[in-house]
């Protein structure tokens, strides 16, 4: 268990859906990351929150949003899904912006 | 836009080979460099290099930096089964996130 618990495990919804993503960021990390893993795309980096404001945006789509809760948990939203945003999402965390990132074991979600 | 590649994208060795992975990077204020392992699904840490030339050692598992033609390499020696993974390079520049390249699928075979 590395600490970054992410639910659900796994999550299979159709096209045109909203679906919830959680994550729980290791105990004293205050930045959490998420990142889209597909199959010819390597980690995809989406967006950064550090104690609860939004850090750093990367390449996530319009349809995409995300939040850092006080308790420093985070979700991700995704809607009005289509079949390509089939992946494996992860989030991550870290206690400041320069050491490694600490994993959790991620969502997949397939768009049916 | 910064830019991780990793070669080869996949490797099949067998037991007790050594085999070399390469990462090269361009980043506009390079920081630091990692190497990630990823078995089935959360990637785990293995390394952390900022300084050119100096090796980092973790049992079979090595890695150094060359950030002059600004390219890492990591090591396993007397491979096992238990490597088979998939090793991620990931750089950063400046306070950002870490930039990943596609990995590296390694299978080691008995």
């Known amino acids: 268990d590395s600490g970054v618990t992410q639910t659900p495990k796994h999550l299979i919804t159709a096209t045109g859906q909203r679906v919830t993503l959680r994550c729980s960021p290791r105990?004293?990390?205050?930045?959490v990351y998420w990142y889209q893993q597909s199959l010819d795309q390597g980690l995809q980096f989406l967006i950064q929150?550090?104690?609860?404001?939004?850090?750093a945006k990367g390449n996530i789509l319009e349809r995409f949003s995300a939040q850092q809760f006080p308790d420093l948990h985070s979700e991700l939203n995704l809607s009005s899904l289509e079949l390509g945003d089939s992946a494996l999402y992860f989030c991550?965390?870290?206690?400041?912006?320069?050491?490694?990132?600490?994993f959790g074991s991620g969502t997949r979600l397939t768009v049916v | 836009e910064d830019k991780v590649v990793q070669s080869p994208l996949s490797l099949v060795v067998h037991e007790g080979d050594t085999v070399t992975l390469n990462c090269s990077y361009e980043?506009?204020?390079?920081?630091?460099l990692l190497w990630y392992k990823q078995e089935k699904k959360a990637p785990t840490f293995l390394f952390m290099l900022?300084?050119?030339?100096i090796e980092k050692k973790s049992g079979r598992l090595s890695s150094i930096l060359d950030k002059k033609e600004l390219f890492s390499i990591l090591n396993i020696t007397a491979t096992q089964t238990g490597d088979s993974a998939v090793y991620l390079c990931?750089?950063?520049?400046?306070?950002?996130?870490?930039?990943f390249g596609k990995g590296t699928r390694l299978s080691v075979i008995a």
């Open positions: 980043v506009t204020n390079f920081r630091s």
């Open positions: 929150y550090y104690n609860g404001e939004e850090r």
């Open positions: 991550a965390s870290s206690s400041g912006l320069l050491g490694g990132y600490t």
């Open positions: 990931a750089s950063r520049s400046g306070n950002t996130p870490l930039v």
């Open positions: 900022t300084s050119s030339g």
């Open positions: 105990s004293g990390d205050l930045s």
